[in-house]
């Protein structure tokens, strides 16, 4: 005889896998991070941290709810179709619970993109995210055997760990960001900061600054600093890696320390770090696209 279905050991689970699902994100989201340019100030590791702990019970609660409203129904759904084909094709609610899912969510998602004018792809993308991720939570609640709770958490805690655990060897081999490699030719043209000071580097050696900002030891991001302009020339230090290339600019009114190189090949910065050595706050000038370079 067949096990009847425990609907709170549904809740249950998919509670669980609710709360799974956010911490994987939070992993992944982590490494992403690490192979990314670093951002102009360092970010504050303790408060986040702070924060993701004080958030987990919110979490679980909206992963409760969540369950509750759309993957019970949706599992109870699944449950009537194969009641209806009389028990035999059980292999049915696996094929029903995500339609059931998404059709249970259409209304309300519907209801708050009309009323706040979303644009239709972004609602579309986010149904889909939704179904994909409740529906993930349904499927796993379907077996009725016993020890189904104990072993979502394993093999869960089991995901996140090996994510973790892969993604930061994935860092340590090459994976993790590095500076582009660039070079004079990369060099010349014209950088620009936030607010359109400008180094303009020439190919001969010379360069030219128009209100590129000087910064003191004890500066911080926010608070006035002296700007410069001037010419002079410059010159690029290659280095042993990408790590150690510098970019020297000698003005006389002017007095940088040399310039670290970081960004993208796509958009490489050079930049200054602000404040006290190892502070990892930074000011940082782009290679401008010769359209920019026309409206500076």
């Not at 759904?77 to 084909?85: E, N, Q």
């Not at 930061?168 to 014209?190: D, F, H, K, N, S």
């Amino acid at each position: 005889m067949r096990q009847k279905r425990s609907y709170g050991r549904v809740l249950v689970v998919s509670t669980l896998v609710g709360c799974l699902e956010v911490v994987l994100t939070i992993v992944v989201v982590l490494l992403y991070v690490q192979t990314q340019p670093p951002p102009d100030e360092p970010p504050d590791w303790v408060t986040i941290g702070g924060s993701l702990v004080a958030s987990m019970p919110l979490a679980g609660s909206i992963a409760f709810l969540l369950s509750l409203v759309f993957v019970v129904p949706a599992v109870a759904l699944a449950d009537l179709i194969v009641r209806g084909l009389g028990g035999r094709a059980a292999w049915w609610a696996v094929v029903a619970s995500p339609p059931a899912v998404a059709a249970l969510l259409a209304a309300p998602v519907l209801i708050y993109a009309t009323h706040n004018d979303t644009e239709t792809g972004s609602t579309l993308v986010f149904w889909a995210s939704a179904t994909a991720s409740l529906s993930l939570g349904a499927l796993i609640a379907l077996p009725r055997g016993e020890g189904l709770l104990r072993r979502v958490a394993l093999w869960g805690a089991a995901a996140v760990v090996g994510t973790a655990v892969f993604g930061a060897l994935g860092l340590a081999v090459g994976l993790a960001y590095e500076p582009p490699r660039i070079g004079p030719q990369t060099m010349t043209g014209t950088w620009i900061d936030e607010t359109r000071g400008t180094l303009v580097f020439t190919a001969d050696g010379r360069v030219q600054a128009s209100g590129v900002g000087v910064h003191r030891h004890g500066d911080r991001p926010g608070e006035p600093f002296r700007r410069c302009s001037g010419s002079g020339t410059w010159f690029y230090e290659p280095g042993h890696d990408v790590w150690s290339q510098r970019v020297r600019v000698e003005i006389p009114v002017c007095h940088w320390q040399a310039w670290h190189v970081d960004g993208t090949e796509e958009e490489p910065r050079i930049s200054q770090e602000v404040g006290d050595q190892g502070s990892g706050l930074l000011y940082k000038l782009r290679k401008a696209s010769d359209r920019t370079s026309r409206g500076t």
